[in-house]
């Protein structure tokens, strides 16, 4: 056909693998911790469409990319307002620490090229799907009666269901500058993990989980779409792609959210990987 001998879209596929290994077996809801997450590697993949977008790979942008990233610790954080700007916090609202160089989160930054985009278009850089599984499988046995469990039950739990991803095309994020307007769930299926973290946590521990929390609402279903999507665009990370954009980068944060009633001892020993998938789309054509 015709139509495909023009320009191509790029729809890149970026995947994320990582591990977790927990090592204790007395925390609750989250305050889940010591348990190590190691990404292992983010790769990519392109499709044609109708303009193009490529990835930086090494040196040299193309169809596919691969970046090593190993000896995260991820445990459980939240986000929560300072002086209304949003911050990362730890289980008693102090602001996540990264003065040792340690972080609780996976961050990495992905880099794209734009070509053939006419001087009257405009367009967004979209993740529109994504994939999300736990690798490993685990369980906790619960200590009391509580938050929907029984004392002795085994409980079963998927790790991906309190995963967050954060984004900003600005700059790398930092735990005072992450928004919780630009964090997504990638996945809000929450079917697979047993009981309510937050009740459980309470009633063994007899202290509150801490308050006052962002909730985050937007995100991805089970089968790896925005719900309601009809045109499966998903979300907007990057807006305002113009025929001089040319280069650019977007920052990622994986975290894991303690303030999600799912965030459970049993997701402590899961490994898990995840996979992006973006695209260009037409936002404005001037006549």
Not at 113 to 130: A, F, H, P, Q, R
Not at 174 to 201: C, F, H, M, R
Not at 208 to 223: H, R
């Amino acid at each position: 056909m015709k139509k495909s001998l023009r320009r191509k879209l790029i729809m890149s596929a970026v995947a994320v693998g990582a591990a977790a290994v927990g090592t204790t077996a007395s925390t609750y809801a989250w305050f889940v911790s010591n348990n190590t997450v190691t990404a292992s590697e983010i790769n990519g993949s392109v499709v044609e469409s109708n303009a193009n977008l490529f990835i930086l790979n090494g040196e040299n942008y193309g169809q596919s990319t691969n970046l090593n990233i190993s000896g995260t610790k991820l445990s459980p954080i939240a986000i929560k307002k300072n002086s209304e700007v949003d911050n990362f916090v730890t289980s008693d609202g102090t602001v996540v620490s990264v003065s040792d160089g340690n972080t609780p989160y996976v961050s990495f930054e992905l880099k794209f090229k734009t070509t053939g985009i006419k001087e009257n278009e405009s367009y967004s850089l979209n993740i529109s799907s994504v994939t999300a599984s736990a690798t490993t499988q685990s369980t906790y046995t619960a200590v009391a009666t509580a938050g929907g469990l029984t004392k002795g039950q085994q409980v079963k739990g998927n790790v991906t269901e309190s995963l967050i991803l954060s984004y900003s095309a600005d700059a790398a994020i930092t735990p005072t500058t992450v928004k919780a307007s630009q964090s997504l769930n990638l996945n809000t299926d929450s079917s697979e993990t047993q009981g309510n973290a937050k009740e459980y946590y309470k009633a063994v521990t007899g202290n509150d989980v801490l308050s006052g929390c962002e909730t985050i609402t937007e995100g991805f279903g089970a089968d790896g779409y925005k719900a309601l999507d009809t045109n499966k665009d998903g979300y907007a990370v990057k807006s305002n792609i113009l025929s001089n954009t040319d280069e650019f980068s977007v920052y990622f944060v994986v975290w894991l959210n303690g303030d999600d009633e799912k965030c459970f001892d049993a997701i402590a020993s899961q490994a898990w990987k995840l996979s992006l998938n973006f695209k260009l789309v037409k936002t404005t054509t001037s006549k």
